[in-house]
């Protein structure tokens, strides 16, 4: 996939390590956080809020499944697409 994508123009920026584990620990803490199972980090309220949680819970099984069956060539190519417009408006934004 990094063959087909354009460069990351991020790359080299000191930016906290993301990792396919930091990601999913993250997601959890969300859901959890959605489920009243812990407080919300911003307003430290505890609060169930069903149509977050079930979301941040689809979005991990659909993960899950992605990984276990691969991307198609369409979804490849919209990821690729998505990242390097998304990076460039960091950067420009960032002025970095």
Do not use: W
Not at 10 to 15: E, Q, R
């Amino acid at each position: 996939m990094a063959d087909t994508c354009r460069e990351n123009p991020m790359k080299g920026m000191n930016l906290p390590e993301m990792s396919f584990t930091t990601f999913i620990y993250s997601l959890s803490s969300s859901a959890m956080v959605a489920l009243g199972e812990a407080p919300d980090p911003g307003t430290g309220k505890t609060e169930f809020q069903p149509h977050l949680a079930r979301h941040t819970i689809d979005v991990l099984a659909m993960l899950q499944d992605k990984f276990e069956k691969g991307l198609d060539d369409t979804e490849r190519k919209l990821l690729c697409d998505l990242l390097y417009n998304l990076r460039m408006s960091y950067v420009n934004k960032a002025g970095e």
